[in-house]
């Protein structure tokens, strides 16, 4: 409740609430009551609000109906001021993604920032999430990770390479037609050999977790991906200021000795370690860093 003068109207609660992001009945009844319950409802696609509403048999806004507006990136910043109005007014807001939770990959995020600035009230309803539901399923470790959401279209390479050296288990998400790409670019970045899965159409008739080293996944994913896809990779496995300078040169030696030349041994060493590339070729020239 705001503070503010005597008979100073109170402010309605701002409810986060997760969708299911596959199987309908994964819906919380607790969603499908706010779903009946609300007022005004801000919907990522109001279509595919509706259409969930039907298949759930729930009357949005029960007999008396709610006010159902769209609230997605290209109206976010407009539409955030507008439920902030109604929320200043006394009404409660209820916002829904297409799938998942809002403020994760999908609008929440401002509006739940303008609230805790105006002290108004913010709570959820949690539900189904394919970042956690990717991440147990992938066999990767669970006790650290991290989401990175939608890979950079530009600037792909360095966005990825800043990452090599990341401990936790990362979570990614990828539109169906990109897969490849970034599968491939994560394993120049990471190493081929570095451990993943690509996790399609979770919950879904068709869910299928594929397993494997990224350079093996790129190649199976060229073949065409459809779906709804999350991408778990495992983290590095040592920072880089733990690696071992012999441990670099030997591997670096084994793979001169597999017959590779010493250009792609340091390379692949370096990606393989999650140390830059720079500090493999000093080592194996004999070059000393300045301090």
């Not at 209820?94 to 929440?108: E, K, Y």
């Not at 002290?119 to 999430?129: E, R």
Request: glycine share 10%.
């Amino acid at each position: 409740m705001l503070e503010g003068e005597a008979g100073a109207r109170a402010a309605g609660t701002l409810t986060l609430a997760g969708v299911p992001i596959g199987n309908l009945d994964d819906a919380p009844p607790r969603l499908l009551r706010a779903l009946e319950d609300a007022r005004v409802i801000a919907a990522e696609d109001t279509r595919r609000l509706r259409q969930f509403a039907s298949r759930a048999d729930v009357r949005l806004g029960g007999a008396e109906g709610a006010r159902v507006v769209s609230y997605y990136d290209a109206n976010e910043d407009r539409r955030t001021d507008e439920l902030l109005a109604e929320l200043r007014d006394g009404r409660d807001v209820l916002v829904v993604t297409d799938a998942g939770m809002p403020g994760v990959s999908d609008p929440g995020y401002r509006l739940v920032s303008a609230c805790a600035r105006e002290d108004i009230p913010v709570t959820a309803i949690p539900g189904p999430s394919a970042v956690t539901t990717a991440l147990v399923l992938s066999g990767l470790p669970t006790d650290r990770f991290c989401f990175e959401g939608f890979p950079p279209r530009k600037g792909l390479a360095g966005h990825l390479a800043d990452l090599a050296a990341e401990r936790r288990t990362m979570v990614f998400f990828e539109s169906p037609h990109r897969v490849a790409a970034t599968l491939e670019a994560m394993a120049e970045a990471f190493g081929a050999d570095r451990r993943a899965a690509v996790c399609r159409e979770l919950t879904k008739t068709y869910e299928e977790v594929r397993r494997g080293g990224l350079g093996e996944l790129a190649g199976w994913a060229a073949e065409g991906v459809r779906g709804e896809i999350s991408i778990v990779v495992e983290g590095a496995r040592r920072r880089p200021e733990e690696t071992d300078d012999e441990a670099l040169l030997v591997a670096v030696s084994e793979l001169e000795g597999e017959g590779l030349r010493r250009k792609e041994a340091i390379t692949r060493v370096a990606k393989r370690s999650g140390v830059p590339k720079r500090r493999v070729y000093d080592l194996v020239h004999g070059i000393t860093s300045a301090d």
